[in-house]
């Protein structure tokens, strides 16, 4: 198998892979900077968009879990084709250090930084458009986003902290 075969492919994946790196990092930006007082006006205008909204932001702790995990899966994924390009052209006692720093710099930039500015500044029109797609990224992870929201509220009581997502849920709750 050529060079050629392996690097396309995969540089390919990791462009894909970040994007979706920026898609649930602005996200995550845009849907938790959102006062409660616009997502309970915007359902005002019962579009399916603004109640998916208003779902997701009823279980905020949920909706984090969910934005994590995601971006965590698609990250680690990142950092396992980096990780193997770069063995590939880098001597062994190399390829940590030169994927750890490309990966960082990739992710840091394109998949957290520039992605929650965005979320930020577009919050409103960013979180409606957003929000029908984390529906369904929730309800694919279902298991695994069930199993770390169970044991995350476990291990925050364990430790004795509040649940700070708690500021940012709905008076529905």
């Known amino acids: 198998m050529s060079t050629f075969s392996i690097v396309v492919p995969s540089l390919l994946a990791v462009i894909i892979l ?3 790196s920026a898609f649930f990092s602005s996200s995550e930006s845009a849907i938790f900077s959102l006062p409660e007082e616009w997502i309970q006006t915007a359902t005002t205008d019962s ?3 603004s109640h998916t909204l208003q779902q997701l932001r ?14 965590n899966l698609v990250n680690i994924a990142i950092t396992s084709i ?8 880098v001597p062994p006692g190399f390829t940590v250090v030169i994927a750890t720093l490309s990966v960082s710099v990739l992710i840091l930039v ?6 929650k500015s965005y979320g930020l500044g577009h919050a409103e029109s960013w979180s ?5 797609p ?3 990224v929730e309800r694919a992870l279902g298991p695994l986003v069930g199993l770390f929201d169970i044991v995350t509220r476990w291990l925050t009581t364990l430790i004795g902290a509040t649940n700070t997502s708690r500021n940012h849920t709905s008076t529905t709750e």
């Open 128 to 132: 409606l458009r957003v929000a029908r």
């Open 110 to 115: 394109f998949g957290e930084i520039v992605p």
């Open 18 to 20: 970040l994007s979706l």
């Open 134 to 136: 984390i529906s369904y």
């Open 47 to 49: 579009t399916g968009e």
């Open 58 to 71: 009823a279980n905020p702790h949920r909706l984090l879990v969910t934005l994590l995990v995601g971006n």
């Open 82 to 89: 980096i990780t193997l390009l770069v063995a590939q052209f």
